[in-house]
């Protein structure tokens, strides 16, 4: 089993990311790329794509890059600004480390769809349990 597929194997237990259908699609040194493809319950009222799927997205890519290494990592703030509407069938959201400190993380994380777009900007501030 290389090193991916262990990865994946723990984040199973992120259920309610999972069981929407978000997936890990790549690890790096504290980066991760997560995605999901889009259906109708990932949809609002006005056929949008709900906020909470972009968040949910982010969220699980920021909790994949921040601890798939062993570290014990937990958000403390998330500030998400929704950029544009999604024009493509999936929403692919990849996190980067900006600072590491000792008990203290920031990273960035790009939400956007499978055409490119933009569609939004996700900043997390995280606190290293252990």
């Known amino acids: 089993m290389d090193e991916l597929e262990k990865v994946r194997a723990v984040f199973e237990n992120d259920r309610f990311a999972t069981e929407n259908g978000m997936v890990i699609d790549e690890i790096g040194d504290h980066c991760a790329k997560c995605s999901v493809t889009l259906t109708a319950r990932h949809k609002n009222a006005i056929g949008g794509v709900m906020g909470g799927v972009h968040f949910t997205l982010a969220d699980f890519a920021f909790a994949v890059a921040?601890?798939?290494?062993?570290?014990?990592?937990?958000?403390?703030?998330?500030?998400?600004?929704?950029?544009?509407?999604?024009?493509g069938e999936r929403l692919i959201a990849e996190a980067k480390m900006l600072k590491n400190g000792r008990s203290v993380c920031c990273y960035n994380i790009e939400v956007r769809d499978d055409l490119g777009n933009l569609a939004a900007a996700v900043k997390c501030v995280g606190f290293h349990k252990g």
């Open 66 to 87: 921040s601890n798939w290494q062993g570290e014990q990592t937990v958000a403390l703030t998330t500030d998400v600004s929704f950029i544009g509407a999604v024009k």
